[in-house]
């Protein structure tokens, strides 16, 4: 495979804020109050050369739901995150980005 499938997120998603424990199959995350959030300024979040990872970290920019804050809660940004290798999506969906963008808006 192309990398650690339960190594890699964790490791992205804690430079977003997020308590990550890894088990031994796979991950307990604990994000932040209001969500993920940016990593700190020069912080680039690697895809690990995997187009899934890629695509999975491109859920952190949808907005998402606040914890704590109602009964409906409400909606907390999301980012856009920046990325080592973007293109690695092209090994199975040339495409990803411009639907995402569609997605994501």
Do not use: Y
């Not at 999301?78 to 090994?91: E, H, L, R, S, Y």
């Amino acid at each position: 495979k192309e990398s650690n499938r339960i190594e890699a997120p964790a490791a992205e998603l804690s430079k977003c804020g997020c308590a990550v424990r890894v088990t031994g199959d796979g991950l307990i995350i604990d994000p932040p109050e209001n969500g993920p959030v940016p990593p700190a300024p020069g912080v680039v979040l690697s895809a690990h050369n995997d187009h899934r990872i890629a695509m999975s970290l491109a859920l952190l920019g949808l907005p998402g739901r606040r914890t704590g804050q109602g009964a409906g809660g409400e909606s907390g940004p999301g980012f856009t995150p920046i990325m080592d290798n973007p293109a690695c999506v092209a090994k199975s969906f040339p495409h990803f980005w411009t639907l995402w963008r569609t997605v994501a808006a």
